[in-house]
C-alpha cells in the first residue's frame, strides 16, 4: 500500500450512518438506504443476467452502481472540505467499504483536480458482487463486479468533474484471490470510447425525457387547469374535483370552501375553462382585499358624477365578466349593502351602476369562495341569509392538504418543474429525506405553503443538484431515537448530530485533560443541581435517573471525600 494513502480515520462517515428504527428508515446523511441481503441482490443480477443476456445486465449494473458512487461523491467536499485532495478523494473508498461492497486497499493515486489528472490502482478484496457471480454463475471468464466497477467510476467522475473509467485488471470472480483495479480518464484508455455506453444513460432516452419534462413544465405554464393544485387521487379530493366537473356544464352558482391556500382560485379557473363560457372572461376579485366603500364601485361600476371623484363612468366587474365567469374570493368579506345588490344580480341577472337608474343585464356565472363559516356570519348579523341560501346551492368543499398526504408527492414534483422552467434551473429533484419531510408536516397554509417551498427550494438548490431538507426546512428538527454505528462496528443509539458533535468535544477535552470518571461524575452532578437551583428531583430528571439514585451518587461522592455542593438529605 501507498503509505501516502493511509486511511482518515472514518468517524465522520460512520456519523453520516442513522438507523432510526421507529421511523422504518436508515440514512446516509440525507440519503435513504436501505439494509439487503446480498443472496438477494445476487439473484436479481443473476435474473437479470439470464433473462436479458450479459453485455445488457452489464450496462444497467454498471449504471446503478454508477448512481451510487455519484451520490456518495457528494459527500467528499461536504465532509472533508477543508482537507487535502487525497484525504478528500478517499470519502469513496472508505464510504465503498462502509457499506459493505469490498475492502478496498489504495494501491497508487495521482490526483490533480485543477488539472484534472487522475490516476488510481486499488485492490478489492472479497468483493460481495464476485461471490455472487461464482455462486450463481460459476468462474467468470471475464472480470464481473459491474456495480462496484460503476461505483468507482461514477463517484471519481463525479468528484473530478470528467468521465474516469475504472476497470479491473484481475477479478476473484475469475478465480483470482482478489481483485485489482486501475482508473483514469476515459480518454486515456486506447478502448475507452467502447466502454462510454457503459457508463453513461442511453442519451437517446436522456433526450426524450428532458424533451417530455421541458414540455410538461410548458403546459402547465398554459393550462391553468392543469396546475399544481389541481392534482391529487386522494379520494376526498377527487370527489370535489366530480362535483366541479358536473357543475361546469350548467349555470348553477357555486360555493367554494376549504381552509386558506387549498386553491379555490385555481378551482375556479377550472370550472371557467371546463364550462361553455371558457371563450369568455374568467374575472376574480378579492373582496377582502378592497375596501368597503369601494367595493361597490368595483362590482358594479359607476356613472359620471356617480360619487365624489367619479370623473368618467366605468365598468365594474359583473359587466367585464359578461358571458363569462366572475370568481368572488372570501365573500364572507362582504358589506351588507353590497350583499344586497349582489343578491339582485343572483337572482334577476341585473345590475345598476353606481349613480344611474339604467338597468343592465348581465349573463355571469358567479362562483364565490369562502375560507370563514358563513353560518356563523349569518348568526352575527354580518351575513344576509337570503344571499348565504342563494350562494349554498352548489358547495363544494375543497380538503385541507393535511388530508391528502398521498398527493404531496406528486404536487411537489409538478410545481417543482413549473418553477424550474420559471426559474431557468435544472433541479435533480427532491431528496427522499426532504421529501419524507414534505409528506410529514401539517401543512397550516396548504398548497400555497407547498408552493412557496418548492419554489424557495428550487431558488435554493445547487444547479443539477436535488431540493434537500434544509432548502426547504431550514430548523428541520432530527428525528428522536437514532442508531449510529460506534467505533467496534456495532450499532449504538445516538443523539442528534448536533449533540453527537457536543459529545464529541466533551469526551476529548475530558481525556485530554486527564479527568477521572469520578471527577466528571461529580461535577456533572454538581452542574445539574446548580442548574435546578438545588430542586433534586428536577435535577434528577434532567440526568435523566431517579431521584434516589442522584442522592445516593452525591452520598457516595461526599463519603469518597470529594466535598458535594450540596447536601443530599
Ligand atoms: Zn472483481
Not at 467502447?194 to 432516452?205: I, P, Q, T
Not at 362582504?334 to 345588490?341: D, G, S, V
Request: aromatic share 6%.
Amino acid at each position: 500500500m501507498d503509505p501516502h494513502l493511509k486511511y482518515p480515520d472514518d468517524a465522520d462517515l460512520r456519523r453520516l450512518l442513522r438507523f432510526v428504527p421507529d421511523d422504518g428508515s436508515i440514512w446516509l446523511g440525507d440519503r435513504r438506504m436501505v439494509l439487503l441481503h446480498t443472496v438477494a441482490l445476487g439473484s436479481l443480477r443473476h435474473d437479470l443476467i439470464t433473462s436479458v443476456g450479459p453485455e445488457h445486465a452489464r450496462r444497467v449494473l454498471t449504471r446503478m452502481g454508477y448512481a451510487c458512487g455519484q451520490r456518495d461523491a457528494e459527500f467528499a467536499k461536504r465532509l472533508r472540505g477543508g482537507q487535502s485532495w487525497s484525504e478528500m478523494f478517499l470519502v469513496g473508498p472508505q464510504l465503498h467499504m462502509l457499506e459493505g461492497a469490498a475492502k478496498v486497499t489504495p494501491v497508487k493515486t495521482d490526483i490533480d483536480l485543477d488539472a484534472g489528472r487522475f490516476y488510481g490502482e486499488y485492490r478489492w478484496d472479497h468483493s460481495w458482487e464476485a461471490y455472487a457471480h461464482r455462486e450463481k454463475l460459476g468462474l467468470a471468464e471475464e472480470p464481473a463486479c459491474w456495480i462496484l466497477l460503476g461505483y468507482a467510476s461514477g463517484y471519481t467522475s463525479a468528484f473530478m468533474g470528467r468521465l474516469v473509467l475504472f476497470k479491473e485488471t484481475t477479478c476473484a470472480a475469475c478465480g483470482a484471490d482478489h481483485c485489482q483495479i486501475v482508473g483514469r480518464p476515459i480518454d486515456e484508455w486506447p478502448d475507452g470510447e467502447a466502454h462510454r455506453a457503459y457508463f453513461e444513460s442511453d442519451s437517446l432516452l436522456e433526450k426524450i425525457e428532458a424533451l417530455s419534462q421541458q414540455v410538461e413544465a410548458l403546459r402547465s405554464t398554459l393550462d391553468p387547469a392543469a396546475e399544481g393544485a389541481l392534482i391529487g387521487q386522494a379520494p376526498a379530493f377527487r370527489r370535489a374535483y366530480e362535483l366541479l366537473r358536473k357543475a361546469a356544464g350548467t349555470q348553477v352558482t357555486v360555493l367554494l370552501t376549504g381552509e386558506t391556500g387549498v386553491g379555490k382560485e385555481r378551482f375556479a379557473r377550472a370550472l371557467h375553462e371546463l364550462s361553455d363560457r371558457r371563450a369568455a372572461p374568467f374575472v376574480a376579485v378579492n373582496c377582502a382585499a378592497l375596501p368597503g366603500e369601494l367595493i361597490e364601485a368595483e362590482l358594479f361600476g359607476v356613472e359620471k358624477g356617480g360619487y365624489t371623484g367619479a370623473h368618467a363612468a366605468r365598468a365594474g366587474r359583473f359587466e367585464r365578466a359578461d358571458g363569462g365567469t366572475l370568481f368572488l374570493d372570501e365573500i364572507g368579506e362582504m358589506p351588507l349593502a353590497a350583499q344586497a345588490k349582489l343578491l339582485r344580480a343572483l337572482q334577476e341577472g341585473e345590475i345598476e351602476r353606481i349613480g344611474s337608474e339604467v338597468v343592465r343585464k348581465v349573463r355571469v356565472r358567479v362562483v364565490a369562495a369562502t375560507n370563514v363559516d358563513l353560518e356563523a356570519a349569518v348568526a352575527q348579523g354580518r351575513f344576509r341569509r337570503d344571499l348565504l341560501y342563494r350562494l349554498n346551492v352548489y358547495p363544494i368543499r375543497i380538503p385541507a392538504l393535511r388530508e391528502r398526504p398521498g398527493d404531496i408527492d406528486a404536487l411537489a414534483r409538478s410545481m417543482l418543474s413549473r418553477f424550474s422552467a420559471l426559474h431557468g434551473k435544472r433541479i435533480a429533484g427532491i431528496s427522499e429525506r426532504a421529501m419524507q419531510a414534505l409528506t410529514t408536516h401539517p401543512w397550516p397554509g396548504n398548497v400555497r405553503e407547498l408552493e412557496n417551498l418548492i419554489e424557495r427550494g428550487v431558488i435554493l438548490a445547487a444547479q443539477d443538484g436535488a431540493i434537500e431538507l434544509e432548502h426547504v426546512f431550514p430548523e428541520a428538527p432530527e428525528p428522536q431515537r437514532q442508531a449510529g454505528l460506534g467505533p467496534q462496528g456495532r450499532l449504538a443509539e445516538v443523539g442528534s448530530r448536533e449533540q453527537q458533535d457536543l459529545l464529541d468535544r466533551v469526551l476529548d477535552r475530558v481525556l485530554g485533560e486527564g479527568l477521572s470518571l469520578d471527577q466528571l461524575e461529580q461535577q456533572l452532578l454538581e452542574a445539574a443541581v446548580t442548574a435546578a437551583k438545588g430542586n433534586l428531583a428536577a435535577a434528577a430528571r434532567r440526568l435523566g435517573i431517579t431521584r434516589p439514585q442522584l442522592a445516593y451518587r452525591l452520598k457516595r461522592a461526599a463519603e469518597a471525600g470529594t466535598p458535594a455542593a450540596v447536601d443530599p438529605s
